[in-house]
């Protein structure tokens, strides 16, 4: 019998007429496989802890890459010193010859903390921001247009920096203090809020905010929109490892670039128990920085390190975050398939 197809049969009713009697159904079974498709539509739970994985590792390689140039970075952004590319030199080169190599990645251990929730929270709130927004405005499964793309990108670094935030501020404690006065993460914690009280670890909260709304916007804007137009120009539907770090560099670039001041706000606003400076609002702080050091030597204090330190950071954590999704995938449909 083929597919679909029913067998009845004929027989005699009380008064002699032709019933057809239906018996069971006989469909023909043909075994076939699940595209990938449809194994991810039923199994979106295990896309979520593969964005969270990728993103918790893009993250942790990208910081520790460029730990060096952001705890340098931090110290110029909180003091009055003039930065200049010879200064940070002989910062980075002091330190390595008073207290040792990995001295140049002190606070790092606290940015892992913080930077390895933060990622993944980022990277995977990215990916279900755009599913959301493809669903309502009606773009299942092809990109986004400009407006929904940049708005994804910053409701990802908004939904990340509020559930990591005090672990950004310990961390920057820690970059900028001698290891004698914080022992460990938990000790800044316990010392903040005994001798600062609880609302300190939320300092600088605000400036962080409508910084990373710009910054994740248009880090996550750039490089999305790259990829849609490398697609479009070379006819391959994936770039090349070295291209998305290219795509990534450019992203970080116009991301930083949009946001810095009040990166150095922020900055300002964290390790203020430390520096004896007291910081009111994000404008009354913006104009002291002004005030003391000028709008270009004080709010964009560290930026051309940032041209450096922020391309490669947000290049590698771009890629090692597809590379390492791409793999996922790739092993989850071989187990699919087997």
Same mark, same amino acid.
């Given at each position: ?147 929904? &793309? ?6 990802? $670094?908004? /939904?990340?920096?509020? @559930? ?5 501020? !310990?961390? %920057? ?94 900055? &300002? ?6 520096? $004896?400076? /007291?910081?009111?609002? @994000? ?5 002291? !920085?002004? %005030? ?47």
């Amino acid at each position: 019998m083929g597919n679909g197809i029913k067998e009845s049969q004929v027989g005699l009713s009380e008064h002699g007429a032709h019933s057809i009697v239906p018996t069971a159904v006989v469909s023909e079974y043909i075994p076939r496989r699940r595209s990938w498709l449809e194994w991810e539509n039923k199994n979106d739970a295990k896309g979520i802890i593969n964005s969270l994985m990728s993103g918790a590792l893009a993250g942790a390689v990208a910081k520790t890459a460029v730990a060096p140039l952001d705890r340098t970075k931090i110290i110029f952004q909180v003091s009055s010193n003039r930065f200049s590319a010879k200064e940070a030199y002989k910062l980075i080169y002091h330190t390595y010859r008073n207290e040792g190599l990995l001295s140049l990645w002190r606070g790092n251990s606290a940015t892992m903390v913080r930077v390895i929730p933060y990622a993944a929270i980022q990277f995977c709130a990215h990916e279900q921001y755009k599913k959301r927004l493809g669903s309502y405005y009606g773009f299942q499964g092809n990109a986004l247009t400009p407006i929904p &793309r940049l708005l994804a990108g910053s409701l990802a $670094g908004t /939904t990340a920096t509020m @559930i990591t935030y005090p672990l950004d501020l !310990v961390r %920057a404690r820690m970059a900028v203090t001698p290891k004698e006065m914080y022992s460990n993460i938990i000790h800044v914690f316990i010392r903040m809020s005994r001798e600062e009280g609880l609302k300190s670890l939320y300092r600088g909260f605000n400036p962080t905010i409508l910084g990373v709304i710009p910054y994740a916007g248009i880090s996550f804007f750039t490089y999305e929109t790259l990829k849609k137009l490398h697609a479009e120009q070379s006819g391959r539907t994936q770039p090349s490892p070295l291209e998305r770090l290219l795509f990534g560099a450019c992203a970080g670039l116009l991301g930083q670039s949009a946001s810095y001041p009040l990166d150095v706000v922020r900055r &300002r606003m964290q390790t203020a128990g430390i520096t $004896g400076h /007291t910081y009111g609002t @994000i404008v009354s702080t913006m104009r002291e !920085v002004v %005030a003391e050091e000028g709008v270009i030597r004080g709010l964009y204090k560290g930026l051309s390190m940032n041209w450096v330190k922020g391309p490669v950071a947000v290049g590698i954590s771009f890629t090692t975050f597809d590379l390492t999704q791409i793999l996922l995938r790739k092993l989850q449909r071989l187990s699919v398939q087997r």
